[in-house]
DNA sequence: CCCTGATTCGC
DNA sequence: GCGAATCAGG
């Protein structure tokens, strides 16, 4: 591939295949394989680390931390942290697409991915919720995506091809610098 | 030893 | 943002 960037084709691919619970080692294989590159897992790792796939979590060298008795707590109070979503201006909501986030007008399936076929929207459904398993839009796909034709066009439409699924589930709060 | 995931760091 | 190098656990 010329870009130096990751193809929507290739992140949706990944994005398939980390839902459907297979390994990084093993995602680097099978579009390697389908698409003819040559991403190392490394790679995969860090691009699905990038795309929020992978969840923020810090857990690694809990060798700190000391917080000994007599001495409360190094996190400083935080008062105010909290605000800008929850009043953001009036003139901020305008219209931009009469979908309010996974409503395209059309008839989801609602198909898991293990019965998905090769010519099926990708576009994921549910999973707003831990624990539901996540279905898709079964619709024949637009030729050169992933998506059906309202599909496609929601998924990149403002953004690029990130940030999507990865909303609601990527607030994880980590300022705790 | 093999494998894996996860992070760091230079490009 | 990308990915190799690197670290850490199984």
Not at 7 to 17: I, Q
Not at 79 to 108: E, F, H, N, T
Not at 120 to 140: A, L, N, Q, S
Not at 147 to 156: A, D, I, K, S, V
Request: a positive charge.
């Amino acid at each position: 591939m010329e870009p130096g960037s990751w193809p929507s084709e290739h992140s949706d691919a990944l994005r398939d295949y980390f839902l459907k619970g297979m390994s990084y080692a093993e995602i680097g294989r099978e579009i390697n394989a389908r698409f003819g590159t040559a991403y190392t897992r490394n790679a995969v790792v860090g691009r699905a680390r990038r795309l929020g796939l992978a969840a923020p979590a810090r857990m690694k060298s809990p060798s700190i931390v000391p917080a000994f008795p007599g001495e409360p707590c190094l996190f400083p109070p935080r008062p105010p942290a909290l605000q800008s979503w929850s009043v953001p201006p009036k003139s901020a909501m305008k219209l931009a697409a009469p979908v309010k986030l996974r409503c395209v007008g059309i008839k989801p399936r609602l198909i898991s991915l293990l019965e998905l076929a090769p010519g099926d929207c990708r576009y994921p459904y549910g999973g707003d919720k831990d624990g539901e398993e996540i279905t898709f839009c079964g619709h024949p796909r637009t030729s050169g995506s992933s998506y059906c034709t309202p599909h496609f066009h929601l998924t990149r439409g403002p953004g690029s091809t990130s940030a999507r699924v990865a909303g609601p589930l990527v607030l994880r709060l980590v300022s705790a610098a």
